[in-house]
Structure formats: structure tokens, C-alpha cells
């Protein structure tokens, strides 16, 4: 594969990370807190980019690259990695009212260790899907990178409110977005080696993809959810989904 090629991935992955958590962490600078019905908004409207991507692009594409057997295969794999990931490194499903209290700089630590970890297999899905068409990578970066913001937003208010000086609270955020670089350059590798390595790959996004939409994005919408701000941002994301993938 072409050196370039692979390095342009891996510089789309890395932006996709290190924007996505840094914009996070630069609200900090300004505001200390968010509306949770914006909050909401951001993470369904995500969810429903994803369900299209997964449902519509990713497994169908799997499947048509290796075939029925490798495509579901590697969704198999991917949701057993995510959960098997969020088993041992929780860092999601802490948003609340009142501004993330009680959340000090060991948790923030522990958080932004948690969302590296979790940024290489999300840089996985970004690498796979640019190797299977250039559209598809980058609607995966875009919607990644509007997930990785309320990560970086919960590292920052946890990080700043365990005394964390503003310029180290923002370089937090922005590094822990950086395995996303190293996970798309595996996925570019991995998927430019045969169909069936792409299938597998594009399948195991696809089960990441799915995990973090129905364990993460949804449930934290509808926790944050004032009125029908889960349910417009699903939609919203769903119909801009379908729109963007018919282009």
C-alpha cells in the first residue's frame, strides 16, 4: 500500500482524536458546565450517524468484501472487545446535573487513560473504512470525533475541578486523543492486506461502532435527556446519516 496513502489516514485518525477530546477540554477554558439538553442533543445526534454507518455502510460492506461468515465474525469480535474494554476501563456514564462533582484529578487521570485505550480500536474502524472508500473514513472521523467531545469535556471538568491549571487540563485532553492516530494506522495496514482481512476489520468497526451507540452515546443521552432532546438528536443524526451516505 502506498506510503502516503497510509500516512494520510493516520493524520485523519489523529485529528479526528485530538480534536474531537481537545475540544472537549477547551470548553473548560470558558464554561465549567454545559446544558445538559445540549449535552443530549450532541450524543444522540452521534448515535444516529453511527446506526447509519453501521447498519447501512460498515457490515454491509464487511460482508460483501469476505463474505457472510468474516463480516459477522469480526462484529463478533468488536463487540467482545468493547465490552470486554468497558469491563476494565469504565470512563463513560458519569454525566449528572450537577457538573460532574465530585469528580477529582485521580479520576480525571483515570479517565483520560481510559479514553486512549478506547481511541485505538475507534481509530481501527476510521483506518478500515478509508482502505474500503474514502467517503466512508471520513464520515467515521467526523462522527467520532463529535463522540470524543463530551469525553474530553468530562475529562477536562473532572481534571479542573481537582485543581488542574487550564493549559494542563487542555494538553490532557488533547493527548488522550492521540491513539486514535496509532489505531488507524493499524487499520489502514490491516485492511489493505486482503478482502478478507478487510472484511474482518470492517466488521469489527462495525461491532465497536454498535457497542459504543448502544452502551455509551444512547443511554447518556437519555440520562442528560430534557424534554425530547434524546429523541430530536437521534433523529437529527439518522436523517443527516442517510442524507450524507446518499451524496
Excluded at 2 to 11: E, Q, V
Excluded at 57 to 67: L, T, V, W, Y
Excluded at 72 to 79: D, Q, S
Excluded at 197 to 210: K, Q, T
Aim: with cysteine; hydrophobic share 50%; glycine share 16%.
Amino acid at each position: 500500500m502506498d506510503l502516503a496513502f497510509i500516512i494520510r489516514i493516520t493524520a485523519i485518525g489523529l485529528l479526528a482524536g485530538t480534536v474531537g477530546t481537545g475540544s472537549g477540554g477547551l470548553v473548560i477554558l470558558f464554561t465549567k458546565k454545559l446544558k445538559p439538553r445540549f449535552l443530549s442533543l450532541i450524543l444522540a445526534f452521534a448515535a444516529g450517524m453511527m446506526l447509519d454507518v453501521t447498519f447501512l455502510e460498515m457490515i454491509p460492506e464487511a460482508i460483501e468484501k469476505g463474505g457472510f461468515l468474516y463480516g459477522i465474525t469480526g462484529l463478533a469480535g468488536g463487540i467482545a472487545l468493547f465490552l470486554l474494554l468497558d469491563t476494565l476501563l469504565p470512563h463513560l456514564h458519569h454525566y449528572t446535573d450537577e457538573g460532574q462533582q465530585g469528580h477529582f484529578r485521580k479520576m480525571g487521570i483515570l479517565l483520560a487513560i481510559g479514553i486512549a485505550l478506547h481511541n485505538v480500536p475507534e481509530g481501527l474502524a476510521i483506518g478500515t473504512g478509508y482502505v474500503s472508500s474514502e467517503s466512508l473514513g471520513l464520515g467515521l472521523a467526523l462522527i467520532i470525533g463529535i463522540h470524543n467531545f463530551p469525553e474530553g469535556l468530562a475529562m477536562a471538568v473532572a481534571l479542573d475541578s481537582g485543581g488542574s491549571s487550564k493549559g494542563n487540563t487542555l494538553a490532557v485532553t488533547v493527548l488522550a486523543g492521540l491513539p486514535m492516530g496509532l489505531g488507524a494506522f493499524l487499520g489502514a495496514l490491516l485492511g489493505g492486506i486482503s478482502p478478507i482481512a478487510l472484511s474482518l476489520s470492517l466488521g469489527f468497526a462495525g461491532g465497536a461502532m454498535l457497542f459504543i451507540t448502544c452502551d455509551e452515546l444512547m443511554p447518556d443521552a437519555n440520562r442528560l435527556s430534557r424534554g425530547y432532546s434524546a429523541t430530536i438528536g437521534l433523529l437529527l443524526g439518522v436523517v443527516t446519516g442517510i442524507l450524507l451516505i446518499g451524496l
